[in-house]
């Protein structure tokens, strides 16, 4: 019902300032009109953005991956130029078996899934739940994989809860996202500093009702406690690369997934925060290339 109130992004408004647009598509599968970013040739690795995000969030990594891999980077359902979806899409189980049914509708299986925030978590949902991904490589770059202190949330806050009661939330976030210097601010607020074109692309999603609306949906219907209690079962290859100043998922929360995970690599990008992939593409892409073919 919401897709009438919170029309997702107009494509055509947006194709012409958009990273990589000559590689986008639109692809329908599970209910989802999902907007897909495909490029290269190789082995099949998924790149899955955070929360609050969109494909956009792997613009410096996209060329560099697509080199040695056929990169697949969806917008998640209910961001940037992906729908909603029907009731349940926006939970941690239903992005799973979208992004199941994505890969199917795609005839691929990813060799290689690599997810910032929670987008590691939705990996590893996927890892656990999907036999074909039994041997799949599992790279989490500031992976939220455990539940975070407070609202799990890293620009909206409470703001997520007030997503169920209140039908205008979306409206008002996304009305301060376009006031000057309030996006960079909530950048800022996750440890890390961006150009002048990643601040305009997140302004550009954020001050978006629809994408608003789906990303505080999503939120609101996020359960990490049940993951947290399954991560142990991962017998998957598992890499971390953290940023020593993430402000959102604190570096201490990689180790203690550590504990649960003893077979994961751990590596610290200094002075990088939560964006650290989106600040720094090259070492980021560096690392994946070198876990990725180390199994």
């Not at 604190?250 to 003893?262: G, K, Q, V």
């Not at 751990?266 to 720094?280: C, N």
């Amino acid at each position: 019902m919401y897709e009438s109130f919170y029309p997702g992004m107009a494509w055509a408004a947006h194709r012409g300032t958009w990273p990589h647009a000559q590689h986008s598509r639109f692809v329908q599968a599970g209910a989802i009109h999902w907007h897909v970013q495909m490029l290269g040739q190789g082995p099949c690795m998924l790149l899955l953005h955070g929360t609050g995000s969109g494909n956009f969030s792997w613009r410096g990594l996209l060329p560099l991956l697509a080199e040695h891999f056929t990169v697949i980077a969806p917008d998640l359902p209910g961001h940037a130029f992906s729908s909603r979806g029907p009731e349940g899409s926006l939970s941690l189980p239903g992005m799973s078996e979208g992004l199941r049914a994505l890969m199917r509708q795609l005839n691929l299986t990813p060799q290689v899934i690599v997810g910032h925030s929670a987008g590691a978590a939705i990996g590893a949902h996927m890892v656990l739940s999907h036999a074909s991904l039994a041997h799949s490589t599992l790279i989490g770059l500031n992976p939220a994989w455990l539940p975070l202190p407070g609202m799990s949330s890293w620009l909206f806050g409470p703001a997520a809860k007030l997503a169920q009661l209140n039908p205008l939330s979306a409206w008002a976030t996304a009305k301060m996202a376009a006031q000057e210097g309030a996006v960079a601010r909530w950048i800022e607020r996750t440890g890390s500093t961006l150009d002048v074109q990643g601040i305009e692309l997140y302004r550009s999603v954020l001050r978006n009702s629809g994408h608003v609306h789906g990303v505080l949906s999503m939120m609101a219907a996020w359960q990490l406690k049940p993951l947290a209690a399954r991560l142990h079962n991962i017998r998957n290859p598992v890499f971390m690369a953290i940023g020593s100043q993430d402000q959102t998922v604190p570096p201490t929360m990689a180790h203690e997934a550590s504990l649960r995970l003893p077979q994961a690599k751990l590596v610290m990008q200094t002075a990088l925060g939560h964006l650290a992939h989106e600040q720094d593409p090259v070492g980021t892409a560096q690392l994946v290339m070198t876990w990725s073919t180390s199994t």
